[in-house]
């Protein structure tokens, strides 16, 4: 039998209620949107306040001149000033690029330590690894099985005997379980490092090193989460996947600000200046901690690009990076701040942060600031509530995030080198050829004076007023001060030597000459001096790059592993400073190994094919081009085959009692090739 529905009647009453409880939803999501705009307003204003805050901060000091000053003399460009200066004067505008050399050898020596095939890294296990809790029951459950074994055979135990056994199982056990800590360790090594190399942290550290000699300050950033497309396929159809990924990026120190009372990068507030593209913000979308309304409200506001938040040196900063001119910004790049630092809790509530404890306690967020929008804003999970930068100096200043670059410490020599490089090139041109005196009185009319060519007849008109007739052309040859001014040049580059302390011979840019680098001893000597300089700057990545880099890393991949990669007892060995200690020593060993091997004995048991890879060992090393000094083997070969050839005709000329000479077949082949001529000369000897 079908049943009927039940119609449910509300009172009055209860409608009231409803309506009133339909109401207060609706104020309180008002309420809450009102709070939000509060919030975004005050956190928008807080950002361009900490922003103007560092850019003065920044600008007082000069540091935008002071990067600006270094790249163009790493380009080998003058300044507009110093342009218009040599233009007054007249003359030549060359520019002596030492500093590249510098800066290209220096950036090439701590590549060969840092992007070498030897990881500057790597993980250690803990000395002392635990014994898992299942093999020490398996000990006791086989000592207990020996003991009842023996006193069913009806031997006695002795308890010495009991507890040696035990050590001798505990022992191999350790071994076993240390054997497996070191095999695990260099497992985690590749599963970190594959994750370096998939987000281009060595990329982005070759860049780096480049940035360390060029200006005060080098930047690297990272990890920062980004969707990655991948292919792949999978029973031979395509699979799309648009996954996030960690990323590493040199970041350019012209975008970089921090707080001006912080004496290390990691203590003090960070705002990067970056430009999106639209293709950038489209791939935020849908990302986790970006607001997807801000982000299209962007894309509908700036369709052609924002101009902001710069500095006055951009112009110029673009014309030496070889980039358009901001104003114009026909790549319709989009302005954005990108703001690591500290902001109250009470707004971080309004946002909706759950897990705000305190609201008067400030907390460390990453906050991205477009214009009046705020795209994105998140608390800080790295635990140790550190910002994703590193920085580090060529010459650090103790207190201070900024040192001292290798551009501004030669800069003095370069200002001397390029002034005698532009008057040498002017002395030059002038001293090219003869200085013409012309007395324009006294030549006919016919004459042009303003030409110049061999056998030229100048004619000229007698002056009946002068008792006596001067030449009215006279020549003379200014002075050429070209090798003075060399001199001058040579000694800058020297200089530069010292005061940078990185000789020209460390890098093969040049062959050391005079006093103590004229022989392999004392060049070994300076070389070695040279490297503790390498090595210091090489201890300051270690520290400021390296280590803390890993660090983080290790950090989020204890939270974040599933696969079990990590056992959370390894220990980071950063390890840039010992390669570059190891490779002196290594080259000094070879340099060593060369002068013993040395001798004639020596030298009948490594042959020439031995030499030649020692000397191309010890060349490589040292910088040298060891192609262009050692031979081939095909031309060791072809040497060999002519030294034979050479002995056995001095073997051949002994045993006919002649002299023993290099030149004989030449010599005969010259008096063959005379006969020849005097034969076919008329009245010569007739065949």
């Known amino acids: 039998m079908p049943t009927k529905g039940v119609l449910r009647v509300y009172s009055n009453t209860e409608l009231d209620a409803m309506e009133q409880e339909r109401l207060d939803v609706e104020r309180d999501l008002r309420e809450g949107e009102q709070r939000e705009l509060v919030a975004i307003d005050l956190l928008a204003a807080h950002i361009r306040k900490e922003y103007e805050r560092m850019r003065w901060h920044r600008n007082k000091f000069n540091l935008p001149q002071r990067y600006l000053e270094c790249l163009r003399q790493f380009n080998g460009n003058y300044s ?71 006193q069913q055979a009806g031997e006695a135990v002795d308890p010495s005997q009991v507890d040696e056994r035990k050590q001798q199982l505990l022992d191999a056990a350790t071994k076993a379980t240390l054997q497996r800590a070191y095999d695990e360790a ?77 004496s290390r990068i990691e203590d003090a507030d960070v705002i990067e200046r970056i430009k999106l593209s639209r293709k950038d913000l489209n791939m935020l979308l849908d990302l986790p901690a970006y607001r997807q309304d801000a982000i299209r409200a962007v894309l509908r506001d700036y369709e052609n690009g924002r101009v902001d938040y710069f500095d006055d040196a951009e112009t110029e900063r673009a014309n030496e990076e070889n980039r358009e001119n901001p104003y114009v910004n026909d790549s319709e790049l989009i302005d954005t701040l990108e703001y690591h630092g500290a902001v109250k809790g009470a707004w971080l509530e309004e946002f909706g942060f759950q897990e705000i404890e305190d609201p008067d306690k400030d907390y ?74 012309v007395n324009e009185e006294r030549l006919a009319p016919t004459m042009d004076a303003n030409t110049l060519y061999p056998w030229k007849r100048w004619r000229y008109i007698s002056d009946p007023l002068m008792q006596e007739q001067q030449t009215p052309v006279s020549f003379f040859q200014p002075k050429s001060n070209a090798e003075e001014l060399l001199g001058v040049y040579r000694a800058m580059m020297e200089i530069m030597d010292e005061v940078s302390a990185i000789p020209r011979y460390i890098t093969g840019n040049g062959a050391a000459s005079g006093g103590a680098a004229s022989t392999a001893s004392g060049l070994s000597m300076l070389m070695n001096n040279a490297s503790k300089v390498l090595q210091n700057i090489a201890s300051c990545i270690d520290d400021d790059i390296i280590r803390p880099v890993l660090e983080d890393l290790y950090i989020i991949k204890m939270m974040t592993d599933t696969q079990g990669k990590l056992r959370g007892d390894e220990s980071i060995v950063v390890r840039g400073v010992a390669v570059a200690a190891a490779k002196e020593m290594d080259r000094m060993r070879q340099i060593e190994f060369m002068q013993l091997t040395g001798n004639p004995m020596d030298m009948q048991i490594i042959g020439m094919n031995g030499r030649a890879a020692i000397l191309r060992s010890v060349a490589s090393k040292i910088g040298l081009p060891q192609e262009e000094i050692v031979p081939t083997r095909d031309q060791l070969k072809i040497q060999q085959a002519q030294m034979q050839q050479q002995a056995q005709l001095e073997a051949a000329a002994q045993a006919q009692g002649a002299q023993p000479s290099t030149g004989g077949n030449e010599r005969l082949s010259e008096e063959t090739d005379n006969m020849h001529i005097a034969r076919n000369m008329p009245g010569g000897p007739q065949q």
């Open 80 to 150: 507009s000033k110093k342009q218009a200066e040599i233009a007054q004067f007249g003359g030549s505008q060359v520019f002596a690029q030492l500093t590249a050399v510098k800066c290209r050898g220096a950036s090439a020596l701590l590549r060969d330590v840092f992007l070498s095939e030897e990881r500057p890294w790597t993980l250690e296990p803990t000395p002392v690894p635990e014994i898992p809790d299942d093999v020490s029951k398996n000990i006791d459950q086989l000592i207990a099985v020996e003991i009842q074994t023996m």
């Open 364 to 437: 460390h967020v990453t906050a991205w600031l477009c214009g009046e929008h705020v795209l994105k804003v998140h608390l800080n999970p790295n635990p140790k509530q550190r910002h994703p930068y590193y920085v580090t100096c060529f010459e650090k200043i103790p207190g201070s995030i900024v040192g001292n670059a290798l551009p501004e410490i030669i800069a003095d020599a370069q200002e001397v080198a390029n002034a005698s490089f532009r008057s040498l090139v002017n002395n030059m041109s002038i001293a090219s050829g003869p200085q013409v005196m």
């Open 186 to 262: 260099a497992e985690a090594e590749e599963y970190l490092d594959d994750d370096l190399r998939e987000g281009g942290f060595y990329q982005a550290m070759m860049e780096f090193l480049m940035d360390l000699t060029i200006f005060p300050l080098a930047v690297l950033k990272g990890p920062e989460i980004k969707r990655k497309v991948s292919l792949s396929w999978t029973n031979g159809e395509l699979v799309v996947k648009n996954s996030p990924r960690m990323f590493w990026r040199r970041v350019s120190p012209f975008d970089i600000y921090f707080s001006p009372g912080a």
